[in-house]
């Protein structure tokens, strides 16, 4: 059973600040690793994919990957209030079929 | 931007009946995807789909869930005879190629009472 696991939250950061996301996964064969956003109601919304190990920068997020650890994590910079929402980490052989985590609810405080 | 549709909104139908649920995926894209996500839990993967054909199901895709592309533009979940426990948001989903983007229609909220 593959398994993907993430910390439910909230995690509450004050705006402005960096919050820090993770995800692990227990398929070691996995090759792809993604970060979707879904706002309540809503459907999930591509943020990052990353398939290295190391460090993946697009604007003010940030995607780290270890392979070695089974860990992903997510950053984001200068939280805004915008970014509450719950924050999706999806895991793939052959990035076709998905398993997703549970999420972790971001709360940005003004 | 394009982007994938999915009609309807919202489903309500009654235990025991067959529900379509309809997508139209992105004009150029050639893998098809449905997932779930019952409220408040996980979003879960159905069936992937490419070249006519389900190039993989879950567990959860058993014999009372059917897809199909009828034709050049749609591509639809049906499920024989809803239980209480089919009510979730139901996501399509396309891609381009066996790459990493899959983009998400917006749902179908399917109700069962």
């Known amino acids: 059973q593959k398994e993907v696991e993430q910390n439910s939250g909230p995690l509450s950061v004050p705006e402005g600040a960096i919050a820090s996301l993770n995800c692990t996964y227990s398929d070691r064969g996995s090759q792809s690793f993604f970060w979707y956003r879904q706002y309540s109601g809503k459907s999930p919304e591509l943020i990052m994919f990353?398939?290295?190990?190391g460090d993946k920068e697009d604007g003010r997020f940030t995607a780290q990957l270890n392979k070695a650890s089974q860990y992903v994590s997510l950053l984001i910079r200068d939280s805004q209030p915008s970014d509450s929402a719950t924050y999706l980490c999806?895991?793939?052989?052959?990035?076709?079929?998905?398993?997703f985590g549970p999420g972790t609810r971001l709360s940005v405080l003004p | 931007e394009p982007e994938v549709t999915q009609t309807p909104s919202h489903q309500v139908t009654q235990m025991g009946q067959e529900v379509i649920l309809r997508c139209v995926p992105i004009?150029?894209?050639?893998?098809f995807y449905w997932y779930r996500q019952i409220l408040g839990q996980k979003v879960e993967f159905l069936v992937s789909f490419y070249n006519n054909e389900i190039s993989e199901k879950s567990e959860i895709f058993d014999d009372q869930f059917s897809v199909e592309r009828p034709d050049g533009s749609n591509f639809t979940l049906k499920i024989r005879s809803t239980k209480l426990e089919d009510s979730a948001m139901y996501f399509c989903a396309s891609s381009r190629d066996r790459g990493p983007e899959q983009y998400f229609g917006p749902g179908t909220r399917l109700t069962v009472t």
């Open positions: 999806a895991v793939g052989r052959d990035g076709q079929n998905f398993v």
């Open positions: 990353i398939y290295s190990n």
């Open positions: 004009s150029n894209h050639l893998y």
